[in-house]
């Protein structure tokens, strides 16, 4: 099924095709009309007057195959950006597709992300959860939870942060008693982190390199995020500006997929097919399946309903919730939240060559507010993954879409209140928490407001 | 005749493919724009933080040369520190009890205080919008492994009422000047937490303590209703730590 959705996918390209398509048709075109035959002929019966018009007839199909190509491009170039589809963020309602993949074959990707994994499938030994909506689930499939996973990890002699045996992530469950993983007063250096959603994902992905370089760079110094460059598991050797997960470890999703598949359900795969440790103890003697256990290439399925995800919708404004957008944006919290993108045109290859972007994600207008830049603000969480040592207290702006679908906020969700995710800011946003904090009640309240309506 | 029949064609059809040539070459093998590709393999340079703040990791060890104890607050500072973010709603305590240190760990000196409240305030002082985070540290605990907290459980925000004579307020500090920048605004206020004979306890010298949480920064260390221990920064509020309660955590499992 996939391999059919992927060679429909290609064919719906469209006009980013045309451009060489369009020149290639120009040479059958003069191959079928085979016009040499008929000059030879036509000169043979001495007909001038056909010779004339063949003549006209080439100079008109040359200088169509010098402007095509320009007239196509420019077509491509000057394609309208629109505004993303958006789900009411409710799972009454049937609205989550963006219409990257047609509904039946929603249905499917959707049920393989609810899909529930055992022994068989490879579950484990060391994991978090046996579905991918297990943690993402609410408001609606895709979305967050309460749930967190726990990184631990110390300082070494030199000052440098060193995951914990096996790697920072503790898995908090495991098929035996056995190989549960724990953490050890070795490892002083500890964290949860919030599930985020996954909602509008698939136009995060879709936004280029270049415009999240752009954003930072406009940032003031004092505010200036972090973007880092991250392999892409589907194109090998290839980086890109990360984007995905609290520590933007992740540029592609099905790079997320993989790393995810692995890390939280123990389901090795063709990007991940070496099974993870128990506290760096092997657990090959409760691994019944052989690696890689994903045969059936579910992380593709996993890909494909994230990118078909909506965005999530904005509440309709109204006098308080336009005065707290206001004020959003004049005390600076839109410099690191970033209210709006826009994704990179239909046709545009990303994800290191190995992804197209479709016109279901192309060229659409998104209000993530979020840089997806990691930022010191104060809250650590102290790990280092694929960012470097000095990313250790970085997190990724996390994006504020949805945000009324949460209850646990910041990185660790320890904070239960905007009002008391606000305060929690320090470090980089130190002067911009203080701004809000000068405010009135009212305007307080006004912000906030805004904040749940996004 | 065919001759000069086949040069003007051959002509244009040599142009015509060699224009082709020329394009297929000056676009890439497949379709579309290509997505630019990161400016640097490895991470952008870390974006500049405050000056004194975040150098060292909140949940890491110091490494750095054990550094002076940080000038002692006077009451004065204090009073002033305190107005900025609490204006009236507290008073400093009398005589006055006052430390310093780098309770948060983020390289930047900060001060806890007792206070008492202003008991006609106390709907300011517990407002949902108010500018300080409450919390009883008795109740704070440090992130649990087994994650089975339910968040509406527990009073995470405790009210603030008549009977609470003593409390103690946390200000973070912020860069060079630490709490007495007056950009130095975090602050935390806390029940069960202004114990008697207040000190700060660096965390390198609790590091060589055995029963002790995962330290972050500095502690205050104090008596609370007649039982010895000490106040530290979880990452995300106070917590006490009655040495009393602790326990190691359990050995890893080899399974093999």
């Known amino acids: 099924m996939l391999a059919q959705t992927q060679a429909r996918r290609f064919n719906e390209q469209g006009v980013s095709n045309w451009v060489p398509v369009g020149s290639l048709e120009l040479l059958r075109l003069m191959e079928t009309y085979n016009p040499l035959e008929q000059c030879v002929q036509a000169f043979s019966r001495r007909n001038l007057r056909n010779m004339k018009c063949l003549k006209i007839l080439f100079l008109v199909l040359f200088a169509a195959a010098l402007v095509s190509p320009f007239a196509l491009t420019s077509k491509v170039e000057g394609q309208a950006a629109t505004e993303a589809p958006t789900t009411d963020l409710n799972q009454l309602t049937d609205d989550l597709n963006n219409g990257f993949v047609s509904p039946t074959e929603f249905d499917v990707v959707k049920g393989a992300f609810e899909e529930v994994d055992g022994i068989p499938e490879g579950l484990g030994p060391c994991y978090n959860s046996d579905a991918c909506s297990q943690c993402h689930q609410t408001p609606d499939i895709g979305g967050a939870s309460q749930i967190s996973e726990f990184r631990a990890g110390h300082i070494d002699g030199g000052g440098a942060f060193v995951d914990a045996p096996g790697g920072s992530l503790i898995n908090d469950r495991a098929l035996a008693a056995a190989i549960q993983e724990r953490v050890s007063s070795a490892d002083p250096v500890r964290t949860f982190r919030i599930t985020l959603g996954t909602f509008g994902d698939g136009f995060v992905e879709a936004i280029a390199n270049s415009t999240l370089q752009n954003n930072v760079a406009a940032q003031p110094v004092g505010q200036r995020g972090t973007l880092i460059s991250v392999p892409v598991s589907e194109a090998p050797g290839q980086n890109r500006i990360g984007r995905f997960g609290w520590k933007d470890q992740q540029a592609s999703l099905l790079s997320f997929s993989g790393d995810a598949y692995l890390n939280e359900m123990g389901i090795t795969n063709r990007f991940n097919p070496t099974e993870n440790t128990s506290n760096g103890n092997s657990v090959a003697a409760f691994d019944t399946v052989p690696d890689p256990e994903d045969t059936a290439n579910d992380i593709d399925e996993f890909t494909e309903f994230m990118r078909a995800l909506r965005a999530p919708s904005r509440l309709p404004t109204n006098a308080q919730i336009i005065q707290g957008q206001n004020l959003f944006d004049a005390l600076g919290c839109d410099i690191c939240h970033t209210p709006t993108f826009t994704t990179a045109q239909q046709g545009t290859l990303i994800n290191g060559g190995a992804f197209t972007v479709p016109a279901a994600l192309g060229s659409k207008i998104i209000h993530p507010f979020s840089d997806f830049a990691l930022h010191n603000v104060g809250t650590g969480d102290g790990i280092v993954q694929n960012g470097g040592q000095g990313t250790a207290n970085q997190v990724r702006t996390p994006p504020l879409w949805g945000l009324r679908g949460r209850i646990r906020l910041m990185h660790d969700g320890e904070t239960l209140t905007v009002n008391e995710a606000i305060l929690r800011h320090g470090g980089q946003a130190q002067g911009i928490r203080n701004n809000y904090n000068a405010l009135a009640v009212a305007d307080k309240q006004a912000v906030i407001a805004f904040l749940l309506s996004i | ?256």
């Open chain 2, 1 to 256: 005749m065919g001759k000069r029949l086949a040069t003007p064609f051959s002509l244009l059809v040599l142009i015509s493919i060699s224009y082709l040539q020329f394009q297929g070459c000056a676009k890439p093998a497949q379709s579309g724009p290509q997505e630019q590709a990161p400016d640097a393999p490895t991470s952008v340079p870390a974006s500049s933080t405050p000056a004194g703040t975040a150098a060292a990791s909140p949940a890491g060890e110091n490494h750095t040369p054990e550094p002076a104890p940080p000038p002692s607050a006077t009451a004065a500072e204090a009073r002033s520190a305190l107005a900025r973010v609490y204006k009236d709603l507290v008073t400093l305590e009398s005589p006055p009890e006052v430390v310093v240190g780098d309770f948060n760990g983020d390289g930047s000196q900060d001060i806890a205080m007792a206070v008492r409240p202003d008991k006609a305030k106390l709907a300011d002082i517990n407002s949902e919008l108010a500018g300080w985070i409450i919390r009883d540290a008795r109740t704070v605990t440090v992130p649990d492994p087994a994650m089975k907290r339910d968040p509406k459980s527990g009073p995470l925000r405790p009210k603030i009422g008549e009977k609470d004579d003593r409390l103690l307020v946390v200000i973070h500090g912020y860069g060079e000047k630490g709490w007495r920048d007056p950009e130095a605004q975090q602050t935390f206020l806390l029940r069960n937490a202004a114990g008697d004979g207040m000190q700060t306890a660096t965390r390198k010298s609790l590091l060589k303590v055995e029963k002790k949480p995962p330290l972050v920064g500095d502690s205050i260390k104090e008596t609370i209703g007649g039982i010895s221990g000490f106040l530290y920064y979880t990452g995300a509020a106070y917590a006490w730590f009655d040495p009393r309660t602790f326990k190691p955590d359990p050995p890893r499992v080899n399974p093999h």
